[in-house]
């Protein structure tokens, strides 16, 4: 059976930090380009942050150089480090299993297989 459970949310002043851990099983983690969503209330959801399979990360704009993804291979566990959060984050946070696609010398993310119930962040001013 199929299961992302993440776990670290919470509530933060800001400026603070939380960091998000996604626990996987039931599926061959390796094979997959992992990712952060969130979704804010009466928003779509949008991509945070995403590693692909050879390890290259990349970020929606609106948190390039404050949130940092991760993964131990290991321990099937997707992380993301949230630093200098801000009120416009908050929201349900998701992560995702993507299939990978390999084409022309390179990896892509294709449509989501797996998601997680989401844990909540919110952030105050």
């Known amino acids: 059976q199929v299961q992302l459970v993440e776990s670290g949310g919470g509530s933060v002043q800001t400026g603070g930090s939380l960091r998000l851990s996604c626990a996987a099983s039931?599926?061959?983690?390796?094979?997959?380009?992992m990712a952060w969503f969130r979704q804010a209330p009466g928003k779509e959801r949008e991509g945070v942050a995403h590693i692909f399979i050879d390890g290259r990360t990349t970020y929606a704009d609106s948190v390039k150089g404050r949130f940092t993804i991760s993964q131990d291979n290991a321990k099937l566990t997707l992380y993301l480090q949230m630093d200098s959060l801000k009120p416009e984050d908050t929201g349900m946070y998701y992560c995702?299993?993507?299939?990978?696609?390999?084409?022309?010398?390179?990896?892509?993310?294709?449509?989501?297989?797996?998601w997680g119930q989401g844990t909540q962040v919110t952030v105050s001013s």
């Open positions: 995702a299993a993507r299939a990978n696609y390999y084409s022309s010398g390179a990896n892509y993310c294709g449509p989501a297989n797996f």
């Open positions: 039931g599926f061959t983690y390796s094979y997959y380009c």
